[in-house]
Antibody
Framework: QVQLVQSGSEMREPGAAVKVSCKTS????????ISWVRQAPGQGLEWMGW????????SYGEKFQDRVSMTADTSTGTAYMELRSLRSDDTAVYYC????????????WGQGTLVTVSS | SYVLTQPPSVSVAPGQTAKLTCGGD??????VHWYQQKPGQAPVLVVY???DRPSGIPARFSASDSGNTATLTISRVEAGDEADYYC???????????FGGGTKLTVL
């Protein structure tokens, strides 16, 4: 079965960077795009960007354009999201999500990674 | 940037029908997808495209769209349907994915 398993919770100080991993299994990694979505405490879902593991193509949301990098390791089937220059309002649960083939909908999700930014 | 508007909350009694709306411009050219999120859990896709459901999602969940409004309909609402529901589209002009602000469904 399709699984996306994310790395564990992280705590960082303001100004630092964090890198979250998303290890996939149960499907051909290079055939599906991966998006990253975050959710601040008590808030809604916010799309950050996506990566096509087949060629490494990325597209980022305007809000994150200058601070985020998404990569994919096809040898291990793992996607990564790095967010730099962290601020307190980056405190959130970060999800990876697989996009369906025919429609850009998120058909499988990771369990989420809590990133806390605090001094 | 493209905006999707959802009412913050909807309440419904068990056994009744819940209609959750999602407003946006030019829906006719976009496919709207719906997610259910229960507290402490990752979102789950419940309806995608023009009213398709992933395996395991009951037929009580259905979707429609008309003009600038998309609607998720939950028939014969159960206590277990209480959750936050989000709509989502792909904006082909920017290649960005967009979520609505979410609606909290309360089962009375």
């Amino acid at each position: 079965q399709v699984q996306l398993v994310q790395s564990g919770s992280e705590m960082r100080e303001p100004g630092a960077a964090v890198k979250v991993s998303c290890k996939t299994s149960g499907y051909t990694f290079t055939s599906y795009a991966i998006s990253w979505v975050r959710q601040a405490p008590g808030q809604g879902l916010e799309w950050m960007g996506w990566i096509g593991p087949y060629n490494g193509y990325t597209s980022y949301g305007e809000k994150f354009q200058d601070r985020v990098s998404m990569t994919a390791d096809t040898s291990t089937g793992t996607a990564y999201m790095e967010l730099r220059s962290l601020r307190s309002d980056d405190t959130a649960v970060y999800y990876c999500a697989r996009e369906g083939l025919d429609l850009i909908a998120f058909d499988h999700w990771g369990q989420g990674t809590l990133v806390t930014v605090s001094s | 940037s493209y905006v999707l508007t959802q009412p913050p909350s909807v309440s419904v009694a068990p056994g009744q029908t819940a209609k959750l709306t999602c407003g946006g411009d030019n829906f006719g050219s976009k496919s709207v997808h719906w997610y259910q999120q229960k507290p402490g859990q990752a979102p789950v896709l419940v309806v995608y495209g023009h009213n398709d459901r992933p395996s395991g999602i009951p037929a009580r969940f259905s979707a429609s769209d008309s003009g600038n409004t998309a609607t998720l309909t939950i028939s014969r609402v159960e206590a277990g349907d209480e959750a936050d529901y989000y709509c989502q589209v792909w904006n082909r002009n920017t290649d960005h994915r967009v979520f609505g602000g979410g609606t909290k469904l309360t089962v009375l």
